[in-house]
Every structure is written in C-alpha cells, then in structure tokens.
T-cell receptor
Framework: GAGVSQTPSNKVTEKGKYVELRCDPI?????LYWYRQSLGQGPEFLIY????????DSGLPNDRFFAVRPEGSVSTLKIQRTERGDSAVYLC????????????FGNGTRLTVT | GESVGLHLPTLSVQEGDNSIINCAYS??????FIWYKQESGKGPQFIID?????DKRQGQRVTVLLNKTVKHLSLQIAATQPGDSAVYFC??????????FGAGTRLFVKA
C-alpha cells in the first residue's frame, strides 16, 4: 500500500518568507509526527498528533512554527518568517496507534532558506 | 535527561562479515527501543524493535540486544551485504508516544 507522502520534496525560499510543508500519512494511522533532521544528525522531534489534536508540541523551536491536522489525516507544518537556520530536512511519520509502535517515515521535504 | 547516543559514528565491515552497531541511552524510564536504517535521500526505515521486558529479539539477519542494567542497546547484522550500507539510528520511547533518536552510525560495507 501507499506509504507516507510528503510534498514538496524540495523547497527553496528566501529569508523572511512563509512556507507550508504537507504530509499525507498512511491511511488508518491515527498518530502523526513531524521531525527535523540536520545534516549528520538524527531526527529531532517537533510535534505529535493523535487524531486531530496536537498531543505534544514540545519540540517546536519557537512560535514561528505551527502544525495542523484538521481532519485527522493530512497534516501541514507551517513556518513563518523563515530564517537560514530553519534549513533542514523535515520528516513526517505516522504510526498505527502511536503507543510504542514503530514510525513509518516519508522521504522528507528538504527546506533551504537563502 | 533524555538522550540517545552511539559509541561509533562510522563502521566499516567486509561483505559477508557480521556487523555490530552499539548504542547507549540515558533515560532509565525508556520502555521501547527501535532501530532504523536510513539511506541517502530517504526517510528512516524501521528494522526491528524491542520492549523493555525482553533482552533479545531476532528478525531476518538482524538481532537486537538490550541490556537495561548498563542502558545499552546493540544491533547485529549477520552476513552483511552491500545493500546494508546506510546510517543506522537507535531510538527510544519514554511514555509511549515520543520517539527520541540518537545521532546515528554510518555503516560502510566493503566488497
């Protein structure tokens, strides 16, 4: 079946601009996660959704970052006033329940802020 | 605090040999551990997991060992193949929902 889909695969934007990154999870997966991965590092937790609600957003670095999942399926990560330090690969993952179950990752969106 | 680290950033093995990738974790409350494989340009891919009430679990060509006494996790790959070349991450869950990743080990397989 279809895996986790992320669009776009690459995004180049200018400093100060607004970007939206989209994630389509595996159908039927209730839990959805966003991670950020810098070069040579492991994925860094940003936010976790259980259904439509953000159950844990403790990893969002500041209030420029926001994520939604209005119908409990597709999620959008929104970054306002982008900074060069936001450049990274943004990974989305879903899991069947979220509770001690493995994550299924998409291939990420590579964000470059110039 | 929560942290997951790896002993070696790079591991080079000969094709056909066994590989062992080690990982130390610091949170004694962690109860679920996972190994992921990441190839260039792709997201991490689940390999194998283990719960804290177990000390060993085997999959196809892979074995995960957990030693909670010293907070150590290892991934063993039997008969390593060129397709095993990738970055391997150990990850831990505390409280069920939040997965924390380590920095990763890059595995090179020499033909």
């Amino acid at each position: 079946g279809a895996g986790v889909s992320q669009t776009p695969s690459n995004k180049v934007t200018e400093k100060g601009k607004y970007v939206e990154l989209r994630c389509d999870p595996i159908s039927g997966h209730t839990a959805l996660y966003w991670y950020r991965q810098s070069l040579g590092q492991g994925p860094e937790f940003l936010i976790y959704f259980q259904g439509t609600g953000a159950a844990d957003d403790s990893g969002l670095p500041n209030d420029r970052f926001f994520a939604v999942r209005p119908e409990g399926s597709v999620s959008t990560l929104k970054i306002q006033r982008t900074e060069r330090g936001d450049s990274a690969v943004y990974l989305c993952a879903s899991s069947f329940t979220g509770d001690n179950s493995p994550l299924h990752f998409g291939n990420g969106t590579r964000l470059t802020v110039t | 605090g929560e942290s997951v680290g790896l002993h070696l950033p790079t591991l080079s093995v000969q094709e056909g040999d066994n590989s062992i990738i080690n990982c130390a974790y610091s949170n004694s409350a962690s109860d679920y551990f996972i190994w992921y494989k990441q190839e260039s340009g792709k997201g991490p891919q689940f390999i194998i997991d283990i719960r804290s009430n177990m000390d060993k679990r085997q999959g196809q060509r892979v074995t995960v060992l957990l030693n909670k006494t010293v907070k150590h996790l290892s991934l063993q790959i039997a008969a390593t193949q060129p397709g095993d070349s990738a970055v391997y991450f150990c990850a831990e869950n505390t409280g069920g929902f939040k997965t924390i990743f380590g920095a990763g080990t890059r595995l090179f397989v020499k033909a």
